[in-house]
């Protein structure tokens, strides 16, 4: 299963992150820390996977973020580099042409297609459309309310 | 999309975040924001939309790494608004901020309970992902029946959700979960592909745990996978073309756990992954992913041939790619492919060794842990070369640990000698000696201790080797605490065989008592250079004031352990004879009888009864205020309870139980011959089965066809092992300028590797692999071994090495063809080859004594498909009896005694599958429990016990 989920930007920024294990606050920011600048000082003639303490980390460069899924020893590491592949289409196909500011100011809209996606760690929905049929009902749905407070 | 929808605060706070130029401005910004919230969240009558955005806001401070507590409790209450978008914003804050032992959680239950229950399914599905996240033990009782209607549910995407609900309850009370098997059995059939998937992960979780209680689900499982390959899935799961790659990839991580050691479960998987791996290769990286799963699953399974052919010709096509994503996969898939069958990796020896110089650090790391999946005695010493080098650069914790573990094993297992032994290991303890098992260093001081226990003589020059060894690195200045162990016990015991000139044994008591003074992080390590001091002065009479000054002075230390040797020593002092009786040469290998009734004290007792002491009574007798005049013994056990009672005055202790703490441990080894959990005969056992046994890895020796061949070669020729009888060009030992410094290290890597032909081919490409044929012709030109090979050899059959030098037609030479690569134009993997029939022949044994540790036994248990369990009526009165006769009437070897249950483990003749007994007795009845492979040779064991043990 996928422990953990991190974006970061190629200053070494978090855009997002979602931990899959209970992991405290503080361990987390450590986590990051460690893990950002592991991955930021990694040349990009090298493969995508990294050992680091007893998981593995795989990650990808999209445009200024890196993606990050940090996997335990026995999943398949190519197939967690899909899945983040599989997320960032979801984000492209949802915002049209994602960039990072979008991820700046709705990163709660990422967390949301992040959640259709994953789910404890696996990847529960492989198809694009799936989520983004979720979403825009989610989306209907807040508006709907929205709309009907306005008028009541 | 812009921050056009937010609030003007909000939207100058995230861009004034984005323009900061430090993490100090941030950080102040940050904590003015918070202020803000604050403020905001005290004022009444906030409306939800407003809520939401302080929300957010709050996360957005948390993620900056702030604490933003204050605002968790009205996540919490957004939960309970009845609004829909407040109710979701406050679960997904909820979510964020809280964890499954926070104290909120006790707020969130009800409103979870009332929420799963709900007619909106968008509600409930919010639920259901809080579920997911913050579920703990005390909730399940109240949620998990809910969680269960609600995979009846009509919306796909709550039954989804639902059963990964399931299969976070599984993860925290697995029985909770394992009640409701069948209702979970159903979801894998629910007409919603996705929710099915969904399903895979529980079912994954449950065939771990209970692997056996799965089988039946295979051919489902197998018919899915089949389904999904033929993409009769919606178009929708498909993924760059591939379909539902996510599916087919937890299903075949499914069906390696079930076919594990199941050649029956296994068979039905065979077509599918074949057919699976076909139409994954359409080049696209999911695909090679799906293949890469698909060689894990069939490295596991009950091996087939040709399906490791195509593994392994696709896993070739991996690690010979430019792209490094896949290389990595294809060093990853070799190491396990190895595992099976070490001839493959042959093949790959110019990549391999490419891959160990590349600058990328994984690739490197995975390669190093292939190298030592590959390792076999021919080339270990160049294996371990390279581990310790890494071992010497690395800087990285996890790295090292994991290379000392390594170089510990491949040392232990594959040692061609004890000399190369005990510098290697001196390099691991000198390296990072902070990282090694105590136990490791024990396993040393009792090769020095024992010898190899062959040759008298050869031990004792390794002992002399030992002791020059260490009073040299004595000399260095700085050592670490467990080498300077070692050193002081073996000096300790053995300083009178030094040989180096200019070394008395005063030199050597000084030097001892120089280094006392080092500062050291383990306090044990002082006591056991006052140990070794203390057996040089009580053996040789010594006569040093410089050590004894040092021991008084040592007697105010805060160590109790080391002020107890230091009075200890003054005591001793007054009396030679006595000192040396305590602390004899070269009796650490004795056996110290223990006197457990203490029968020494009657007289003692006696005279303090007849003084009108009171007779003792144990604990349990006070306790029940029985009659107690009866109990003369006195007894030294009480049982663990509160003591109102002073203490009486100390007697004298023996001098039996006064071994200090470094011998402690030799007599206990030496008390019982049994191999307790170490294996300690690990350097002295270099045998053909050391490749593949099985302990090693925590993996079924599922391929016991493992290379025999290093039967024909000795250790030390180096690489010119390659070179089999079959082929002609070869590189030689002594290259003729032809063979450049990468293919001389490849071919030191892959010696003894079996791939005779493949060792080849860098050199010489254009020869045409020979066919089986001309392999197994000349097996009668196989050279002769030299003398020294057949000592080394601990070959099971005594008579093999004669077979190897006189090749007959019996067993030997079958072993023999079995040697080169012939293995791998084998149908199927043939364990051992029968020898042919002969007249008479005494009868088989059925299992082989096989060395393995508790925990390894632990690890393999489960892998072993059938199990007996005997009863037997038994005379036997204790567990040493009971191992006793295993070993002599059964051939097993025993593992080790706890208490009354006993544990041994033999291997199945012939071949290397293994065979546990587990014995528990409670006179006069004693329960087995067999387990191994096949439920044949498990009911013939259980017959054997039946008969050996009654």
């Known amino acids: ?152 | 999309m812009s921050g056009g929808h937010l609030s003007k605060e909000f939207f100058e706070l995230v861009k004034s975040i984005g323009e900061s130029r430090s993490k100090q401005e941030e950080d102040k910004i940050i904590v003015g924001e918070i202020a803000i919230l604050k403020q905001h969240l005290s004022a009444p009558n906030i409306s939800a939309k407003k809520m939401k955005e302080y929300m957010i806001r709050a996360v957005y401070a948390e993620m900056l790494g702030h604490d933003a507590s204050f605002a968790y409790i009205h996540a919490v209450k957004l939960t309970h608004e009845k609004n829909l978008f407040a109710k979701r914003i406050g679960y997904l804050t909820c979510n964020l901020f809280l964890h499954k032992d926070h104290e909120l959680m006790l707020l969130l239950i009800n409103t979870m309970q009332r929420d799963l229950q709900s007619a909106n399914h968008i509600e409930v599905c919010s639920a259901l992902a809080s579920v997911c996240r913050l579920v703990n033990l005390e909730m399940i009782p109240a949620i998990s029946p809910l969680v269960f209607k609600l995979l009846s549910h009509p919306q796909e995407a709550v039954r989804k959700k639902a059963i990964v609900a399931v299969h976070k309850f599984f993860k925290i009370v697995p029985e909770a979960v394992l009640d409701q098997k069948d209702q979970i059995r159903k979801v894998l059939c629910d007409p919603d592909p996705s929710v099915m998937g969904a399903s895979l992960h529980v079912l994954c979780e449950i065939a771990k745990a209970h692997p056996a209680s799965s089988k039946d689900l295979v051919p489902s499982f197998v018919s899915i996978l089949k389904q999904i390959t033929e993409h009769r899935l919606p178009r929708d799961f498909d993924y760059h073309r591939m379909p539902a790659p996510w599916l087919q990839v937890k299903l075949l991580s499914i069906l390696s756990i079930l076919g594990t050691a199941d050649k029956a479960a296994s068979e039905h998987m065979y077509e599918i992954l074949q057919e699976c791996m076909r139409r994954a290769d359409s080049g696209v990286n999911v695909g090679y992913a799906i293949i890469y799963e698909c060689v894990k699953c069939i490295t596991r399974i009950f091996p087939d041939h040709g399906l490791l052919e195509l593994a392994a010709s696709n896993i070739s096509r991996f690690i010979s790619s430019e792209n490094h994503n896949l290389r990595y996969l294809g060093v990853t898939g070799l190491a396990q492919i190895v595992q099976v069958n070490p001839a493959y990796a042959a093949e790959h020896q110019m990549v391999v060794v490419d891959c160990l110089e590349d600058p990328d650090e994984t690739l490197k790391r995975k390669t190093l842990d292939l190298l030592f999946r590959m390792t076999n005695p021919q080339n270990v010493v160049v294996v371990v070369d390279k581990l310790t080098f890494h071992l010497r650069t690395s800087v990285d914790s996890h790295l090292r640990r994991d290379l000392v573990q390594k170089i510990t094993s491949l040392a232990e297992r594959f040692a061609p000698d004890n000399e190369w032994y005990v510098n290697t290991m001196n390099t691991v303890f000198e390296l990072s000696g902070e990282l090694v098992p105590a136990e490791t260093a024990y396993n040393l001081m009792r090769l020095v201790a024992e010898g190899a226990g062959e040759d008298e003589s050869a031990d004792t020059a390794f002992r002399v080797f030992a002791v020059n060894t260490y009073l040299k690195l004595l000399e260095k200045p700085t050592l670490s605490d467990i080498l300077v162990q070692v050193i002081a016990w073996v000096l300790g015991e053995y300083a009178r065989l030094a040989t180096i000139d200019g070394y008395t044994i005063e030199d050597i008591a000084d030097l001892l008592s120089e280094c006392i003074e080092r500062p050291f992080e383990d306090p044990s390590t002082r006591g056991y250079l006052v140990t070794a001091l203390l057996k040089l002065i009580g053996q040789h009479g010594l006569k040093s004031t410089t050590a004894e000054d040092i021991i008084r002075s040592y007697r105010s230390s805060r160590m109790t352990d080391l002020q107890q040797r230091c009075y200890e020593f003054e005591q001793l002092r007054q009396s030679p004879a006595l000192m040396r009786k305590v602390l004899p040469y070269d009796a650490s290998c004795e056996d110290i009888a223990v006197n457990k009734d203490l029968t020494f004290l009657e007289s003692f007792v006696r005279q303090k009864l007849d003084e009108g002491a009171k007779p003792y009574q144990n604990a349990s007798e006070r306790a029940a205020r029985a009659q107690t005049q009866n109990v003369p013994k006195a007894e030294v056990e009480t049982k663990p309870s509160l003591n109102f009672m002073p203490y009486e005055a100390p007697t004298k202790a023996p001098p039996v139980s006064f071994p200090p703490a470094v011998e402690t441990h030799d007599a206990a080894g030496g008390e019982a011959p049994v191999p307790t959990g170490l294996n300690v005969s690990g350097p002295r056992k270099w045998g053909p089965s050391g490749y593949n046994q099985p302990g090693g890895k925590g993996e079924p020796p599922q391929a016991p066809a493992a290379p025999p061949q290093e039967k024909h070669v000795a250790p030390d020729q180096g690489f010119s092992q390659v070179q089999t009888s079959s082929q002609k060009p070869v590189p030689k030992a002594e290259p003729s300028g032809a063979m450049n410094e990468k293919q001389r290290m490849a071919a030191a890597l892959f010696s003894g590797l079996g791939g005779a032909a493949a060792a080849s081919a860098p050199a010489a490409p254009s020869v045409p692999k020979p066919a089986p044929a001309v392999a197994r012709a000349p097996p009668q030109e196989k050279e002769a071994p030299p003398p020294s090979a057949v000592d080394l050899l601990d070959l099971d059959d005594g008579g093999s090495p004669q077979i190897a030098q006189s090749p007959s037609p019996q067993g030997g030479d079958m072993l023999l063809l079995d040697m080169d690569d012939s293995v791998l134009a084998q149908p199927t993997p043939v364990p051992v080859p029968q020898p042919p029939p002969q007249p008479v022949q005494p009868p088989q044994p059925l299992l082989g004594p096989l060395q393995v540790t508790t925990p390894q036994v632990g690890a393999m248990w489960p892998q072993l498909a059938s199990e007996r369990v005997v009863q037997i009526h038994t005379s036997l009165g204790s567990c040493q009896e009971m191992m006793f006769r295993m070993q002599n009437a059964m051939n097993v070897s025993p593992v080790e005694i706890i208490g009354m249950e006993g544990i041994a483990a033999g291997r199945v003749l012939p071949g290397n599958d293994p065979c546990f007994l587990h014995g528990k007795l409670s006179p006069p009845r004693l329960d087995i429990k067999i387990r191994c492979r096949d439920a044949g040779v498990a009911q013939n064991v259980a017959d054997l016990c039946q008969r050996a043990l009654s």
Not at chain 1, 105 to 121: M, Q, R, T, V
Request: with cysteine; glycine share 2%.
């Open chain 1, 1 to 152: 299963m996928i422990n953990f989920i991190l974006l970061i930007s190629r200053q070494g920024k978090t855009r997002l992150k979602k931990w899959f294990v209970p992991c405290p606050e503080r361990d987390q920011f450590r986590t990051i820390k460690e893990v950002s600048s592991l991955i930021l000082n990694r040349s990009p003639k090298v493969c995508n996977f990294l050992e680091w303490r007893d998981y593995k980390l795989c990650y990808k460069r999209y445009a200024s973020l890196f993606f990050i899924a940090c996997i335990e020893q026995n999943d398949n590491e190519l197939l967690a580099l899909e899945m983040v592949h599989h997320f960032v289409e979801c984000l492209d196909r949802y915002f049209g042409n994602v960039c990072e500011l979008d991820l700046i100011f709705n990163f709660h809209k990422a967390y949301y297609i992040l959640d259709e996606i994953l789910i404890s760690g696996e990847l529960q929905e492989s198809s694009k459309r799936a989520v983004l049929h979720h979403i825009s009902e989610q989306d209907a749905m807040m508006q709907e309310n929205e709309q009907a407070k306005r008028k009541g």
